[in-house]
């Protein structure tokens, strides 16, 4: 006879699926950014000129040069705020993450069919690892912002902000993903749960 805990690990899992928030967004794109986070900063800025392509005037230049500095302090405070809640995100997604191959692993070790929720689940996790990959990418670029000499090399401050708004965007996006990989692993669970509590016996 079946046992109950099959069922209670499928609630279990729709419970913490359904606690997650996430950001707004539309489509799952490829990265908007090439740029390696491995490289040195000046090999990135370099890179991000290269990829964009932007052109400055002699007074774009100038007024960059002028004012980057004020907005490396604004930059450095939106910098540290985001590091301590994309900590947090990527601690929940791991721990989510986690939590669900365990469960799933239970269920398969008690004879249960797991075949599309098995489809679901990594599903779900390569759009968390994607999110989680743009986010380093991301906070790799801001502290790029920071701790360039904006005033010496204009076109590369804003080759490497116009780089972190396009990831920024991206995120959106991953977060979208996210979202709409959860919404179909919560459905396979769901059936998986009725499925389960339709046979199951007491002991």
């Known amino acids: 006879m079946r046992s109950f805990i099959a069922p209670y690990l499928t609630r279990c899992l729709l419970v913490m699926l359904g606690t997650l928030v996430f950001v707004g967004g539309s489509v799952f794109a490829q990265a908007a950014s090439s740029v390696s986070v491995s490289s040195s900063m000046e090999e990135r800025i370099a890179q991000s000129k290269a990829t964009l392509k932007l052109q400055l005037s002699t007074a774009q230049n100038q007024k960059i040069a002028q004012k980057c500095s004020a907005a490396q302090t604004i930059i450095k405070n939106v910098e540290a705020?985001?590091?301590?809640?994309?900590?947090?995100?990527?601690?929940?997604?791991?721990?989510?993450?986690?939590?669900?191959?365990?469960?799933?692993?239970k269920l398969q070790s008690q004879g249960e069919d797991i075949i599309s929720l098995k489809a679901a689940q990594e599903q779900f996790d390569a759009s968390i690892s994607y999110y989680l990959a743009d986010t380093s990418t991301y906070k790799t670029a801001l502290d790029d912002i920071v701790n360039m000499d904006c005033a010496k090399d204009p076109l590369g401050f804003e080759s490497v902000l116009t780089n972190a708004r396009q990831i920024k965007t991206k995120l959106a996006a991953d977060a979208a993903q996210i979202k709409k990989s959860r919404d179909v692993l919560v459905q396979v669970l769901a059936q998986t749960a009725k499925t389960l509590n339709s046979t199951a016996r007491p002991n």
């Open 81 to 105: 705020s985001y590091k301590i809640s994309a900590d947090k995100r990527q601690q929940v997604y791991t721990d989510l993450s986690t939590q669900i191959t365990t469960d799933i692993r």
